[in-house]
């Protein structure tokens, strides 16, 4: 069929159509990047992050801490970077369960962890990309725990779960055996502040900080 238009307008409308699907291309796939990388970069702040929770309450003469997102900032807090939102914990009625696959399940008041052997040891906290922290970490190793229940055969790793059950965290049976591997109530020598954990958190030697519960209400052997 004649277009009635001349071979150069042709040409010119050719060359304009080429140009016009290069540069969709050009913004499709600038967009796939774009989302990606920001994928990339939510994925590891949530991990670092380690438990952006809920609000919860704080007591009228607290600060409530600052909850870090994209471009956000992690405040210093003796010795330590805030992460996440703190949980309301009664120490009266708190205990740290232990369950699962175990011969006796544990249900411990703080008091009586701190009446176990305290083990005090120098452990760097890292969250890739985001920041390093390091310090004395005052707590029990997670081996004496276990061996206090007795771990049935055929059990693998273990979950910690935060008191308000909305995080938690896995590592294996043989990665909690080593060195600096405990369950802390404090650091520096101080207790662990509300917004750190208290009253007991995870501390995990050169695992990275999203494996560092804190608020600890539970550890499930599986």
């Known amino acids: 069929m004649t277009t009635g238009l001349p071979a150069g307008s042709i040409n010119i409308i050719n060359k304009i159509n080429i140009t016009d699907q290069a540069m969709k291309q050009y913004k499709r796939s600038t ?24 609000t919860a309450n704080i007591a009228p003469d607290e600060t409530p801490p600052a909850i870090s997102g994209i471009g956000g900032s992690y405040p210093l807090v003796e010795g330590l970077h805030v992460t996440g939102t703190p949980v309301d914990i009664g120490i009266e009625t708190y205990r740290l369960k232990i369950s699962g696959a175990v011969n006796t399940p544990l249900s411990l ?3 009586e962890i701190k009446a176990m052997e305290a083990q005090r040891e120098f452990v760097v906290l890292d969250c890739p990309g985001f920041f390093t922290d390091e310090g004395t970490w005052t707590g029990v190793r997670i081996s004496d725990l276990l061996d206090r229940a007795g771990v049935k055969p055929g059990a693998e ?26 369950i802390a109530y404090a650091f520096e ?17 050169d695992q990275q900080g999203n494996r560092w519960v804190k608020w600890l209400g539970e550890i499930l052997v599986q």
């Open 189 to 205: 020598d101080k207790p662990l502040p509300k917004v750190h954990g208290y009253p007991l958190r995870v501390v995990a030697k």
């Open 31 to 54: 967009l796939h990047l774009f989302l990606g990388l920001f994928g990339f970069a939510l994925a590891a702040l949530v991990g670092c992050s380690a438990q952006n929770q809920a």
């Open 157 to 182: 790793q273990l979950k910690f779960v935060a008191a308000d059950g909305k995080y938690s965290a896995n590592l294996t049976l043989e990665e909690v055996m080593g060195e600096g591997m405990l």
């Open 109 to 111: 008041a703080l008091e």
